[in-house]
């Protein structure tokens, strides 16, 4: 979510029961990678499995590529990384909050952008915009 054109910033909300919220207080740095179609099943992977339980991305042997300012990697296939410095941190109940200041971005032109639209019998539901 963007919460600053200036200085640009943007926000993730994570479990406190995860395990990504604890690599970023521990490295001060996340990627915020935007899938498309393409990507559908490794963000269904990603998005249930633990992380302290299984390598993400050994498992699904999605490409990376080195970010230039932060150590986190980029996803190679998304439509837009941004890499972002963590500046706050906010508790919201259930869910940390976690502000990244952007210090770089890239998009991979051409390519749509894959959105959850939510829940139906179980199943999540994603369209591409």
């Known amino acids: 979510m963007k919460c600053s054109w200036e200085p640009p910033l943007f926000a993730v909300a994570l479990s406190k029961s995860g395990y990504t919220h604890r690599l970023i207080r521990e490295s001060?740095?996340?990627?915020?990678?935007?899938?498309?179609?393409?990507?559908?099943?490794v963000v269904e992977f990603f998005g249930s499995t633990h992380g302290n339980e299984v390598d993400?991305?050994?498992?699904?042997?999605?490409?990376?590529?080195?970010?230039?300012?932060?150590?986190?990697?980029?996803?190679?296939?998304?439509?837009i990384n941004m890499e972002c410095v963590l500046e706050q941190e906010v508790d919201s109940g259930d869910h940390l909050i976690f502000?990244?200041?952007?210090?770089?971005?890239?998009?991979?032109?051409?390519?749509?952008?894959?959105?959850?639209?939510?829940?139906?019998?179980?199943k999540r539901i994603f369209e591409e915009f």
């Open 99 to 122: 502000i990244g200041r952007v210090v770089a971005a890239y998009l991979n032109e051409g390519q749509k952008v894959l959105l959850n639209m939510g829940r139906q019998n179980g």
């Open 56 to 79: 993400k991305f050994a498992a699904t042997g999605v490409a990376t590529t080195s970010a230039r300012h932060i150590r986190s990697p980029l996803i190679t296939d998304a439509t």
């Open 28 to 41: 001060k740095e996340f990627v915020i990678a935007v899938p498309n179609k393409g990507l559908q099943p």
